[in-house]
């Protein structure tokens, strides 16, 4: 099952306050982007974050899962507290690198 653009759009607003956000279609699923950093892939109207150590304390209640076959287990976001999502992505987003230029 494909995401929402429901799901996605309430996605995008949840992280509006904290810059730019854009999102981006990739086979029925989708990244979202935040000031040009990926930091949710949205699988199957699920958000999935990296399992990275910066966030592992902020993260140590949150299910895990696999947002798509042969994908690294992620951490799935779970929406209902707000404060710890922003805590959550913005920690995320300082320590993720930009996407590579292609040239």
């Not at 956000?21 to 086979?27: A, D, G, I, L, Y």
């Not at 949710?40 to 895990?64: G, R, S």
């Not at 929406?79 to 040239?103: C, G, M, N």
């Amino acid at each position: 099952m494909a995401c929402s653009t429901e799901f996605i759009d309430f996605v995008c607003d949840k992280l509006s306050p904290l810059g730019e956000v854009r999102s981006r279609k990739m086979m029925g699923d989708y990244v979202i982007y935040l000031n040009e950093k990926c930091v949710i892939t949205a699988c199957d109207n699920i958000a999935y974050v990296k399992k990275l150590p910066c966030i592992t304390d902020l993260m140590t209640d949150a299910e895990t899962g696999y947002p798509y076959s042969g994908a690294k287990e992620a951490y799935i976001l779970d929406f209902a507290d707000t404060r710890k999502v922003e805590k959550v992505i913005t920690t995320l987003w300082e320590h993720l690198p930009f996407p590579k230029s292609k040239k």
